[in-house]
């Protein structure tokens, strides 16, 4: 199952996510992640939805998502050149014997220590999917307290 | 001109050409009937808030029209959930105005308060809230424009309490409504008619499969061309009948679960399926990779969505059904190739017309009245139906002839639905008969509506098959469930001509087979108020055929 990753241009008013999300609830679509903004225009919300499924299944998607009245647009950025990132907050169980292989660890990978406790670290990344995987699997034998990852945003790349 | 929100409505409403609206008063809708008081908008006043909802639904599938009904917050509104839900299945434009408790008191469980545009999310087109009172004309305008235009649709309003109130300066100004993420459908893919048209025209059996799309686009005139032009066979579904007629040499009547041995034979041996505003629901298709299998599909519908929901298209077009079917009619040569095909389906239909058997203890046959109806009103009648085997039956047996005269719930099987929605439909056209076949069970699902019939002196004809069952669900049990007749007997029931005439109507009961005709002639001689015929029927007829849900359409029961 190939994922895809929709941006879908809706109208910024109250309602309109659950409009979205009831639509994959009810016909069984599953969202591998989402996250919603706004835009550049105050009237109108950027969600970029991650899904999981078959062209059908992204196909079916689609045509529904159109149907709702408050959607204006569905990109399907997946297959577009284009730039996606998600940031990811990590609480990582760090006593002072492990704390220099967390730095290094933080630093290869262009990551941040945003706080620091007495016997743990909360790390912060952005990057795509692939970066982030790979901090978190790094940082895995550590111990990983907490995670909370926004959800991927995207946006084709030019002048597009 | 100093006008309130609810006055807006009402002028709005006019504006877009609503003269009637089915509704329930309540705390939260005050407002709303006291503009209706003095306004020139007709308002049918039902017995349940349910019956408003299926009462504007009748309505609107009769004339075409949008179905408009109002609610109040609260219970008012979730009583018309039903009716939304079974708009929402069968693409029935319905506007609905549910009343909502004041802004200040939104969201604070308040006497009355309800989320219906919560509830309401997944069984509309679309659904408002109105927020402001200078929003109310915008917003009005909008949910007409949505429920009948495109794959037509219910919309919910919802119009807090004080919003209807609130008196603001009102400049009636028709504005085009303009909607940025809902465009109506225009044109169609040329390309796709052209291929249309040579598989058409290399076609050996080809078959037509028509649906409630030919119907909501007015397209019977042109589905009729197109079959007439080569000699296509049509089958329609449920929600397709009298799209086609059904005494049409050309017709094999419905497909499906309970359509014709000839219908469902056709379908597994066509090489050329061309499905016209149909969804390919489990009821029509059966076990769908047996569906049809050998042949090539056309899909014309006005929803991209159904477009490939179901089965697999060769080539699918989106677009009105009419401006398709125009178009493709103007392309197509005229021919009469197709004898051979035409022999094989005669043959089919002589060695298996529908037919049902007679009862051992003499009692009415419930598939005789209704031919009887059909008789009696020379197929001109506009005829609803309950859910059960009084719909099948009535699909099977009365022999519809124009579309917008079977008004029944084909999606959702609403039990219930059929009488008021012959309300809304004598509402709409008080010259013409308008009669619900109805099951004993079904019609006491919104028997109160007796009292809107008598009120407004409608002489719309209730016919119960009566067996003193839940008939469908008994058949089911007996053939699915080893004959377990678990809680379907219904042997308690009132007496139906008593409770016709405490209404205020007529009742007449009939137990004989000769005394059918005389009932019907009576009761259609019925000016003034509703008429309850009360026909005791065999108690253990079955629907036949049958395909076993889940089934291959090859693999019918009954009718051999």
């Known amino acids: 199952m190939k994922k895809h990753t929709l941006a879908v241009i809706v109208e910024n008013r109250p309602g309109v996510l659950t409009r979205v999300t009831t639509l994959f609830r009810r016909r069984g679509y599953n969202i591998e992640s989402l996250a919603v903004g706004a835009t550049e225009n105050p009237s109108i919300s950027r969600i970029t939805i991650v899904v999981c499924g078959d062209g059908r299944i992204l196909e079916q998607v689609t045509k529904q998502l159109y149907k709702l009245v408050d959607v204006i647009k569905i990109v399907d950025i997946t297959e577009e050149h284009s730039v996606d990132r998600e940031l990811v907050l990590v609480k990582v169980k760090a006593d002072a014997t492990v704390r220099p292989d967390i730095v290094q660890i933080v630093d290869i990978f262009r990551a941040r220590i945003v706080d620091i406790g007495k016997s743990s670290l909360i790390v912060e990344v952005t990057g795509d999917s692939g970066k982030i995987d790979a901090l978190v699997d790094s940082l895995q034998p550590f111990g990983i307290l907490e995670l909370v990852r926004t959800g991927k945003i995207a946006m084709v790349r030019g002048s597009k | ?560």
Not at chain 2, 71 to 100: E, K, R
Not at chain 2, 429 to 443: H, L
Not at chain 2, 445 to 453: G, H, L, R, S
């Open chain 2, 1 to 560: 001109m100093q006008l309130s929100g609810a006055q807006i409505l009402l002028h709005c409403l006019q504006e877009e050409g609503v003269d009637t609206v089915f509704g329930y008063p309540g705390g939260t809708v005050l407002p709303i009937y006291d503009a209706l008081y003095d306004s020139p908008i007709r308002h049918i006043l039902t017995r349940h808030e349910q019956g408003a909802a299926h009462a504007a639904d009748g309505y609107a599938r009769a004339s075409g029209k949008v179905g408009v009904c109002i609610a109040t917050s609260g219970p008012g509104a979730t009583n018309l959930v039903t009716g939304i839900a079974t708009a929402n299945m069968d693409s029935i434009p319905l506007v609905c105005f549910t009343g909502q408790v004041g802004s200040p008191l939104i969201g604070r469980d308040a006497f009355q308060e309800a989320d219906i545009t919560g509830i309401s999310l997944p069984i509309t087109k679309h659904n408002y809230v109105v927020e402001r009172t200078e929003d109310v004309a915008q917003i009005v305008r909008e949910a007409i424009y949505i429920a009948r235009t495109n794959r037509p649709g219910p919309v919910v309003v919802d119009l807090p309490k004080d919003i209807m109130e609130r008196r603001i300066d009102f400049t009636p100004i028709r504005d085009e409504v303009n909607i940025r993420g809902y465009r109506v459908m225009k044109g169609f893919n040329t390309g796709q008619v052209v291929s249309a048209v040579e598989l058409m025209q290399n076609a050996r059996r080809p078959v037509i499969y028509a649906g409630g799309g030919v119907i909501s686009s007015n397209a019977a005139q042109q589905l009729m061309e197109l079959a007439e032009k080569r000699g296509f066979p049509v089958t329609t579904t449920l929600m397709g009948m009298g799209s086609f007629p059904s005494n049409h040499h050309l017709s094999l009547g419905m497909l499906g679960m309970h359509g014709t041995r000839y219908a469902n034979y056709a379908i597994a041996e066509c090489d050329l399926l061309i499905a016209i505003g149909v969804r390919f629901d489990d009821r029509v298709t059966g076990k769908l990779d047996t569906f049809a299998p050998h042949a090539q599909v056309i899909h014309i519908d006005i929803d991209a969505a159904e477009i490939g929901k179901n089965v697999d298209v060769d080539v699918p077009i989106v677009g009105d059904v009419r401006e398709v079917l125009e178009a493709v009619n103007q392309r197509l040569e005229k021919a009469d190739e197709l004898s051979e095909w035409h022999q094989t389906i005669d043959r089919w239909k002589q060695e298996y017309p529908l037919r049902y058997g007679s009862s051992c203890e003499g009692r009415i046959m419930p598939q005789h009245v209704v031919e009887k109806i059909y008789d009696l009103t020379r197929g001109e009648a506009i005829i609803t139906t309950e859910v059960g085997q009084n719909q099948m039956w009535t699909a099977q047996y009365y022999q519809f002839k124009h579309p917008r005269s079977l008004l029944t719930s084909g999606g959702l099987g609403t039990m219930g639905y059929g009488f008021p929605a012959a309300i809304g439909a004598k509402i709409a056209f008080p010259d013409r008969t308008v009669i619900d076949i109805a099951g004993d069970g079904s019609i006491q699902m919104n028997i109160q509506e007796m009292a809107t019939a008598v009120q407004y002196r409608l002489p719309v004809i209730i016919c119960i098959l009566n067996n003193q069952f839940l008939g469908m669900v008994r058949q089911w049990q007996g053939l699915f469930y080893g004959g377990r007749y678990s809680y379907t007997d219904i042997q308690s029931q009132p007496d139906f001509v008593k409770l016709a005439e405490a209404y205020g109507g007529v009742g007449l009961r009939v137990k004989e087979v000769e005394e059918i005709e005389p009932a019907l002639r009576q009761a259609l001689a019925v000016t003034d108020r509703p008429v309850i015929i009360d026909f005791w029927v065999e108690r253990e007829a079955d629907v036949y055929p049958m395909v076993p849900p889940g089934a291959s359409l090859l693999n019918m029961l009954g009718g051999d």
